[in-house]
């Protein structure tokens, strides 16, 4: 069963750029989706982005232009990078599998809360 | 962006009784559909895809149904592990959007 978790700082100062890396284990990361998905405190689910194993990537259109989201196989992760961060940016971050890329999402990490404070 | 809309916002039940999700889709999705259940400090689980297949290992309690813009996720008889809360997704259409979830809760 594939597992993944989730680390990184839990608070970054407005304006810096927010980093996590996602581990996953008990599968390989080669020849799948794999996304970020994010909930602000007491609001919905947000799909931020996606990569394949490939190093091909999809980003929510409303970030865009501050995320970023790479791909290490020999580590078996992958990271997101959001830059220019805000208050609206505290949340918890969720790495996820994608099942087919395109589809629902069929396994989870149990997130990481980061608050933007200064 | 394809807004879902999930009612009721709480829902309270007792243990051994039904309950009954639903999400609304502002234009079709078809069966484009996906149920999640999310408890705190857990990892988020999928229940349902295609609007009406459960995942591998959900238990039989839980059903979906649906399509085009109107879903519904059943729990037949809620055991006290399921009081959670629940969201849907869709994915017929870029980016991904999820509902704004039920909390199903103990009455």
């Known amino acids: 069963q594939v597992q993944l978790q989730e680390s990184g700082p839990g608070m970054v100062k407005p304006s810096e750029t927010l980093s996590l890396t996602c581990s996953v284990s008990?599968?390989?990361?080669?020849?799948?989706?794999w996304s970020w998905i994010r909930q602000p405190p007491g609001k919905g689910l947000e799909w931020i982005g996606y990569i394949h194993s490939s190093g091909s990537t999809k980003y929510n259109s409303s970030l865009k232009s501050r995320v970023r989201i790479s791909v290490d196989t020999s580590k078996n992760q992958f990271s997101l990078r959001l830059s220019s961060v805000t208050d609206a940016d505290t949340a918890v971050y969720y790495c996820?599998?994608?099942?087919?890329?395109?589809?629902?999402?069929?396994?989870w990490g149990r997130g990481a809360l980061v608050t933007v404070s200064s | 962006e394809i807004l879902m809309t999930q009612s009721p916002a709480i829902l309270s039940v007792s243990p051994g009784e039904r309950a009954t999700l639903s999400c609304r889709a502002s234009q079709s999705v078809s069966s484009n559909l996906a149920w999640y259940q999310l408890k705190p400090g857990q990892a988020p689980r999928l229940l349902i895809y295609g609007a009406d297949t459960r995942a591998t290992g959900i238990p039989a309690r839980f059903s979906g149904s649906g399509s085009g813009t109107e879903f519904t996720l059943t729990i037949s008889s809620l055991q006290s592990e399921d009081f959670a809360v629940y969201y849907c997704q869709q994915y017929n259409y870029w980016p991904r959007t999820f509902g704004q979830g039920t909390k199903v809760e103990i009455k």
């Open positions: 008990g599968g390989s990361i080669n020849n799948y989706y």
């Open positions: 996820v599998k994608d099942r087919l890329g395109d589809a629902d999402f069929d396994f």
